[in-house]
């Protein structure tokens, strides 16, 4: 308690760094849906680069060698494979550091665990709105006879996404304020004794919809997409790309003149679209 004694302070410097370093890194990753990396892809940016270039998904036509072209010898072989180049379509994504800070006072005890989880999920919150935005940049549908229908709307999505010649895994965003939408078509007739209904009516979860796994997220609203109404976002991982460079960091500082102890979160984080055939928004522009 050297630290305390030296400064006056109830805080020990040493012994507030490691719990509120892991309640910080532990809750950005929980509140964040993007963060952990399973439905948007992460690169990692080298130390002293602040922008990566990412390639955009795209495709080569395979073709058939004719190995009677021309002759088809030992002195002729044939016809070679035709040079085909895919589109220089790359994309750069710029990082930001996106910061939150606070002050722990010397007013008595303070649980260390409750700053971390605060200072976390304002970092989360700051990623899901960035990576929200991007998905309000995908292909956007308006929903059929402009009210959302759930299901049409999202067999629709998904085949437009297939057609387009996507064929790895989706995921799907739904907005907040179309949750109960989603679970009252659920809870209806069509459903009745299915396993989804069972698992949706004891935990809320939406579940996995036409092979298609369905999160709610209160980021993906109208100020972050950029939409007026944004009903929900389908897409594969090929869609948008997030960059970040060393992760969630956390720092300390004895602050005399706030007479506390200065704690700032930061991530140097950036994402991008990559690819707006392989997504599709349902919702009003």
Do not use: H, W
């Not at 630290?3 to 760094?17: D, W």
């Not at 935005?133 to 308006?142: Q, S």
């Not at 369905?214 to 100020?223: L, M, R």
Request: aromatic fraction near 6%; proline fraction near 3%; charged fraction near 15%.
């Amino acid at each position: 308690m050297a630290y305390a004694n030296e400064y006056g302070s109830g805080i020990n410097l040493t012994a507030l760094m490691i719990p509120t370093r892991s309640a910080v890194v532990f809750a950005a990753q929980e509140q964040s849906l993007y963060l952990p990396g399973n439905m948007v892809p992460i690169v990692e940016v080298g130390e002293g680069s602040s922008s990566i270039q990412v390639a955009t998904m795209g495709s080569v036509v395979a073709q058939t060698v004719a190995n009677n072209g021309n002759g088809g010898n030992e002195t002729d072989p044939g016809a070679d494979l035709a040079t085909t180049l895919p589109a220089n379509t790359r994309s750069f994504i710029d990082l930001d550091l996106i910061a939150a800070r606070s002050v722990i006072r010397d007013l008595g005890r303070a649980d260390f665990n409750d700053f971390g989880r605060i200072l976390g999920n304002s970092i989360a919150a700051a990623v899901d709105a960035r990576v929200s935005a991007n998905l309000g940049a995908l292909t956007v549908v308006a929903p059929s006879g402009g009210v959302v229908t759930l299901l049409d709307d999202l067999y629709d999505a998904i085949g437009t996404i297939r057609a387009a010649g996507e064929t790895g895994p989706l995921n799907c965003v739904v907005s907040a304020a179309k949750y109960g939408d989603f679970m009252k078509v659920i809870g209806n007739a069509g459903f009745a004794a299915s396993e989804t209904q069972n698992a949706a009516m004891r935990t809320g979860f939406i579940g996995v919809l036409a092979g298609v796994p369905c999160y709610v997220s209160s980021s993906f609203n109208a100020t972050n997409t950029g939409l007026t109404t944004p009903d929900f976002a389908v897409f594969s991982m090929d869609a948008v790309r997030m960059a970040t460079q060393g992760g969630v960091k956390v720092e300390f500082e004895r602050r005399a003149a706030a007479v506390g102890t200065d704690i700032v979160a930061s991530i140097a984080f950036g994402s991008a679209v990559i690819d707006t055939t392989r997504g599709v928004t349902v919702g009003t522009a």
